[in-house]
T-cell receptor, first 113, second 113 residues
Framework: DGGITQSPKYLFRKEGQNVTLSCEQN?????MYWYRQDPGQGLRLIYY???????QKGDIAEGYSVSREKKESFPLTVTSAQKNPTAFYLC????????????FGEGSRLTVL | GESVGLHLPTLSVQEGDNSIINCAYS??????FIWYKQESGKGPQFIID?????DKRQGQRVTVLLNKTVKHLSLQIAATQPGDSAVYFC????????????FGQGTELSVKP
């Protein structure tokens, strides 16, 4: 079945380490997104990409980096520059023209020890 | 700046009653709106969407109303069931911004048996 796969589901990181969260979709979607969700809060946009080899900063891009080398993949790196990285991270994608349903992955929960 | 917000952070209803969840948005250029349901520890699930050229759209047990004059969106759930208990988010999309979807804070719906 088509969908979005995020991995790992749970991740622990020591302070000062970079970690990369994987997001893969087989929906043939052009646009992909990364959101951060803190407890009891809404989703805040980190980065988004409308097409391969192009991406834009969202509202809270500082301390994060992304790449879009393939249409199917949009990995997110949480760098040591992110001061408060413990959160639930959600990847999403949407089809051509940004119409229709935004499909979400099941999320990755990152905890900094 | 742009923002999507919800009037009430929590809503408690009796099983079988109708639920109404409200959302205010500030970007008058937004042309597409979506309601999502999120259960604990999972990614958001699409419920229903509406475009700015419509003022009402119905799905199975759900209705979305859009009032562009006052920039207000609502989600009505008929005959609310225990399985409807979740956090509900509204989101807006301005195509002129290349598919940048902005989410509101969310309303937690609790259904009492």
């Amino acid at each position: 079945d088509g969908g979005i796969t995020q991995s790992p589901k749970y991740l622990f990181r020591k302070e000062g380490q970079n970690v990369t969260l994987s997001c893969e979709q087989n929906l043939n979607h052009d646009a992909m997104y990364w959101y951060r969700q803190d407890p009891g809060q809404g989703l805040r946009l980190i980065y988004y990409s409308q097409i391969v080899n192009d991406f834009q900063k969202g509202d809270i891009a500082e301390g994060y980096s992304v790449s879009r080398e393939k249409k199917e993949s949009f990995p997110l790196t949480v760098t040591s520059a992110q001061k408060n990285p413990t959160a639930f991270y959600l990847c999403a994608s949407i089809g051509q023209g940004f119409t229709g349903e935004l499909f979400f992955g099941e999320g990755s929960r990152l905890t900094v020890l | 700046g742009e923002s999507v917000g919800l009037h009430l952070p929590t809503l408690s209803v009796q099983e079988g009653d109708n639920s109404i969840i409200n959302c205010a948005y500030s970007n008058s250029a937004s042309d597409y709106f979506i309601w999502y349901k999120q259960e604990s520890g999972k990614g958001p699930q699409f419920i229903i969407d509406i475009r700015s050229n419509m003022d009402k759209r119905q799905g199975q047990r759900v209705t979305v109303l859009l009032n562009k004059t006052v920039k207000h969106l609502s989600l009505q759930i008929a005959a609310t069931q225990p399985g409807d208990s979740a956090v509900y988010f509204c989101a807006e999309n301005d195509y002129n911004q290349g598919g940048k979807l902005i989410f509101g804070q969310g309303t937690e719906l609790s259904v009492k048996p």
